[in-house]
C-alpha cells in the first residue's frame, strides 16, 4: 500500500455489510447447520456477531474472539461474552475458555499468519466429542483459474481475491491443514456459485445469477459435488480431533437442501 492510497478497512467491516446487504452466504449456513443446538460455542473472528445471533437463536452460548474494537462491541449484544484480540496472540489465547462443543472459524483461516497453528491450539479448547467447523475459500475455483490463465491476480475488498487473505487454499491443501492440524474429517460440503454459460439457462426460466431457478440452482450443487476442486467457491468442514471418534465417511448422508 503506497502513501496515496487509503487504509483497508477492517475485515470484520466489510464481511459484515455484505451480510448486512445480502444475507448470510451458503458456507455460513453450512457452517451454522454444523454446530449442535444448545452447543457451547467459540466463534474466532466472530465480526459483528451475525454468526452468533443465529447460534444463540438455537440455544447456543456463544463466545466470540474478534480483533477489531467496533465489531467486538457490536457482537456482544449476541455473545455471553466476547474477547477483543488476536487469536494468534499468547495473550489472548491464555483468556479463552476451554470445554467447548464447538469452535467456529468461519472465513478466517485465511487471514491468519499461521494457520495450521491456531488450528492447531484450537484442540485445546475443545471439550470431549467438540468439534471445529471452519470454512475456506477454494482459490482453484474456476473464477480463479480463468483470471490467472488471463494473468492477473485481481485483488478485491472480499472474495477469492480477498486483499487481506495472508494464505490460499485449495480442497487439497485445505483437507492437508485439518489432517496437519491433528483432526478427523466429519463430514465435507462444497458451496455452490454461478457454473460456465449458465446465462442461456437464465433466460429460459427467467432466473438470475443472484437469484437462480431451482434448475439452475440444482446444477451448481451436482457440479460442486462432482468436481468440488473446480465448481466449489469454499470448503465447509467439519472436524474432530483424532482419537474422540472415528471418522464418519465423506459424502455420506446430508441435511435436506443441501
Same mark, same amino acid.
Given at each position: 500500500?503506497?502513501?496515496?492510497?487509503?487504509?483497508?478497512?477492517?475485515?470484520?467491516?466489510?464481511?459484515?455489510?455484505?451480510?448486512?446487504?445480502?444475507?448470510?452466504?451458503?458456507?455460513?449456513?453450512?457452517?451454522?447447520?454444523?454446530?449442535?443446538?444448545?452447543?457451547?460455542?467459540?466463534?474466532?473472528?466472530?465480526?459483528? *456477531?451475525?454468526?452468533?445471533?443465529?447460534?444463540?437463536?438455537?440455544?447456543?452460548?456463544?463466545?466470540?474472539?474478534?480483533?477489531?474494537?467496533?465489531?467486538?462491541?457490536?457482537?456482544?449484544?449476541?455473545?455471553?461474552?466476547?474477547?477483543?484480540?488476536?487469536?494468534?496472540?499468547?495473550?489472548?489465547?491464555?483468556?479463552?475458555?476451554?470445554?467447548?462443543?464447538?469452535?467456529?472459524?468461519?472465513?478466517?483461516?485465511?487471514?491468519?499468519?499461521?494457520?495450521?497453528?491456531?488450528?492447531?491450539?484450537?484442540?485445546?479448547?475443545?471439550?470431549? *466429542?467438540?468439534?471445529?467447523?471452519?470454512?475456506?475459500?477454494?482459490?482453484?475455483?474456476?473464477? *480463479?483459474?480463468?483470471?490467472?490463465?488471463?494473468?492477473?491476480?485481481?485483488?478485491?475488498?472480499?472474495?477469492?481475491?480477498?486483499?487481506?487473505?495472508?494464505?490460499?487454499?485449495?480442497?487439497?491443501?485445505?483437507?492437508?491443514?485439518?489432517?496437519?492440524?491433528?483432526?478427523?474429517?466429519?463430514?465435507?460440503?462444497?458451496?455452490?456459485?454461478?457454473?460456465?454459460?449458465?446465462?442461456?439457462?437464465?433466460?429460459?426460466?427467467?432466473?438470475?445469477?443472484?437469484?437462480?431457478?431451482?434448475?439452475?440452482?440444482?446444477?451448481?450443487?451436482?457440479?460442486?459435488?462432482?468436481?468440488?476442486?473446480?465448481?466449489?467457491?469454499?470448503?465447509?468442514?467439519?472436524?474432530?480431533?483424532?482419537?474422540?471418534?472415528?471418522?464418519?465417511?465423506?459424502?455420506?448422508?446430508?441435511?435436506?437442501?443441501?
Amino acid at each position: 500500500m503506497t502513501a496515496d492510497q487509503p487504509p483497508h478497512p477492517p475485515v470484520a467491516l466489510v464481511y459484515g455489510e455484505l451480510v448486512a446487504a445480502y444475507g448470510l452466504s451458503d458456507s455460513h449456513r453450512l457452517v451454522l447447520e454444523a454446530v449442535p443446538d444448545g452447543a457451547r460455542v467459540l466463534d474466532v473472528g466472530c465480526a459483528s *456477531g451475525y454468526l452468533a445471533q443465529r447460534m444463540k437463536q438455537h440455544g447456543c452460548v456463544v463466545t466470540g474472539v474478534e480483533p477489531d474494537p467496533e465489531a467486538a462491541a457490536a457482537a456482544r449484544a449476541h455473545c455471553a461474552a466476547v474477547f477483543e484480540g488476536d487469536i494468534e496472540q499468547p495473550d489472548t489465547r491464555a483468556a479463552l475458555p476451554g470445554d467447548q462443543d464447538a469452535v467456529v472459524f468461519a472465513d478466517v483461516l485465511e487471514h491468519l499468519r499461521d494457520p495450521l497453528g491456531t488450528l492447531t491450539f484450537a484442540r485445546t479448547l475443545l471439550a470431549p *466429542g467438540g468439534r471445529a467447523v471452519i470454512s475456506l475459500p477454494n482459490i482453484a475455483h474456476w473464477t *480463479g483459474r480463468r483470471a490467472l490463465l488471463r494473468g492477473r491476480f485481481p485483488y478485491a475488498d472480499h472474495g477469492l481475491f480477498d486483499q487481506t487473505h495472508l494464505r490460499f487454499f485449495t480442497r487439497a491443501s485445505a483437507r492437508a491443514l485439518a489432517d496437519d492440524a491433528g483432526y478427523s474429517i466429519l463430514a465435507e460440503h462444497p458451496t455452490t456459485a454461478p457454473v460456465p454459460l449458465e446465462g442461456p439457462l437464465h433466460a429460459r426460466f427467467g432466473s438470475t445469477a443472484e437469484h437462480p431457478s431451482a434448475p439452475v440452482a440444482a446444477l451448481r450443487r451436482r457440479l460442486s459435488a462432482r468436481w468440488p476442486e473446480l465448481f466449489a467457491l469454499q470448503i465447509v468442514l467439519t472436524l474432530r480431533p483424532r482419537g474422540n471418534v472415528a471418522p464418519e465417511p465423506i459424502g455420506g448422508p446430508r441435511r435436506p437442501g443441501n
